[in-house]
């Protein structure tokens, strides 16, 4: 274990991860120009995106230790760096959330960061790296993009909510996802899968979908995504008052998070592989 950086509060922590994650969604943009040639003729698909991700990662990586030596990080490529001392800082990294989209072109990639303190997540910014759009968090103050504060959807009906989701990469796990949509369908306004999950939070933050959720999320995905939809006000958790996590997230306003919720146990949304 190292020694542990300067204590920062939430407002510092989110000033460092907001310059370090522009700075990686240019680098994620600028590799995707460059090497768009290469999907074409001679790399592989995920030759490209795994180069891209593994330089993201490294950049932000090298250059959080840079300033703050102390500091754990955690990310997608190359796992955990070191094991952090309590009252650490760890940084939870996706370094480009939405893969599939950044293979295609499609304007839904981004640069997830967020910063934990003792298992909290106290600041979060989710840059999508094709547009600039930025949204941002810290543990008590609440959520933002472009200046205007965030308070998620006014729709109380299941029935007339849009549903954001995802589906993991497994056939196995598709098949399930697949078959709870099937019925899921037909009691909500309707659905979509934009994905990349860091912004369906923030869009569910935004109100621009009423409510989201997912099964098989990694920690990447959804910790800078999570903090700012509960900043603006959404219940985030689990299903049966489990936290969110691996087996499911459910993001909502309070109106639709329990109608929500109780389909998806009905419809037995985190059971399957
Ligand atoms: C994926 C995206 C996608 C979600 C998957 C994630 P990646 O992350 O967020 O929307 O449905 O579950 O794994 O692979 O693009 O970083």
């Known amino acids: 274990m190292s020694e542990i950086s300067a204590v920062s509060t939430p407002g510092e922590l989110l000033a460092i991860a907001v310059r370090v994650a522009r700075e990686a969604a240019v680098t994620a943009r600028r590799m995707r120009d460059e090497a768009i040639g290469d999907v074409q003729t001679k790399s592989t698909d995920t030759d490209v995106v795994t180069a891209a991700d593994k330089a993201v990662e490294r ?13 754990g990080v955690l990310g997608e490529e190359y796992g955990d ?53 930025e949204w941002t968090a810290t543990l008590g103050g609440g959520a933002w993009r472009a200046g205007r504060r965030l308070s998620g959807s006014v729709r109380t009906t299941l029935d007339q909510a849009l549903v954001g989701t995802g589906f993991g990469y497994d056939a196995r796990r598709r098949a399930h996802q697949g078959a709870v949509l099937a019925r899921l369908i037909t009691r909500v306004r309707d659905i979509r ?9 923030c869009l569910v933050a935004e109100g621009t979908l009423d409510a989201y959720f997912e099964k098989g999320l990694n920690l990447w995905d959804h910790a800078a995504g999570g903090l700012i939809a509960s900043e603006a006000g959404l219940i985030v958790g689990g299903l049966s008052g489990a936290p969110a996590g691996k087996q499911m997230l459910v993001a909502a306003p309070p109106a639709l998070f329990e109608p929500l919720h109780d389909a998806l ?9």
Do not use: K
């Open 59 to 71: 950049q932000v990586v090298d250059a959080l230790l840079a300033e703050r030596p102390g500091d």
């Open 81 to 133: 760096s070191v094991a952090v001392a309590p009252g650490a800082v760890r940084w939870i990294l996706d370094p480009i959330d939405g893969t599939v989209n950044y293979l295609y072109g499609l304007p839904q990639y981004a640069v997830s960061l967020a910063a934990e303190r003792d298992g909290v997540v106290v600041a979060g910014v989710v840059c999508n790296a094709a547009t600039g759009d």
């Open 193 to 201: 899968r934009l994905g990349a999950a860091a912004l369906d939070l």
């Open 265 to 273: 146990v009905e419809l037995d949304a985190a059971g399957g592989p």
